[in-house]
Nanobody, 122 residues
Framework: QVQLVESGGGLVQVGGSLRLSCAASGRTFSSLTMAWFRQGPGKEREFVAGVHRNGVRTQYADSVKGRFTISRDNRKNTVYLQMDSLNSDDTAVYLC???????????????WGRGTQVTVSS
């Protein structure tokens, strides 16, 4: 069974950067479509970014395009989210998710981490 563990969250000022990591257990990581979601205070969970199994095809929410970059290293069983030019709207719990099916920006992810808190202060 695949388990996902996020790290790298924290407190950052507006305009700053953070890099989130999500480490996966098991030998099936390269078969997973991976994504990052977030849930801000009082908000519903939303898709942030996703990456295909091969790491080439990616997709982003409009709100983070040009600021966030998702990548993966299948040798290290890890997916990353580089977040630049952060603003207060990015404050949320960021969750790593995976699934065995195709399709990046969907709501059918079945494997979830517990999340890591990102707080952007002004």
């Amino acid at each position: 069974q695949v388990q996902l563990v996020e790290s790298g969250g924290g407190l950052v000022q507006v305009g700053g950067s953070l890099r989130l990591s999500c480490a996966a257990s098991g030998r099936t990581f390269s078969s997973l479509t991976m994504a990052w979601f977030r849930q801000g205070p009082g908000k519903e969970r939303e898709f942030v970014a996703g990456v295909h199994r091969n790491g080439v095809r990616t997709q982003y929410a409009d709100s983070v395009k040009g600021r966030f970059t998702i990548s993966r290293d299948n040798r290290k069983n890890t997916v990353y989210l580089q977040m630049d030019s952060l603003n207060s709207d990015d404050t949320a719990v960021y969750l790593c998710a995976g699934k065995f099916s195709l399709g990046v920006a969907t709501n059918d992810y079945s494997i979830w981490g517990r999340g890591t808190q990102v707080t952007v202060s002004s």
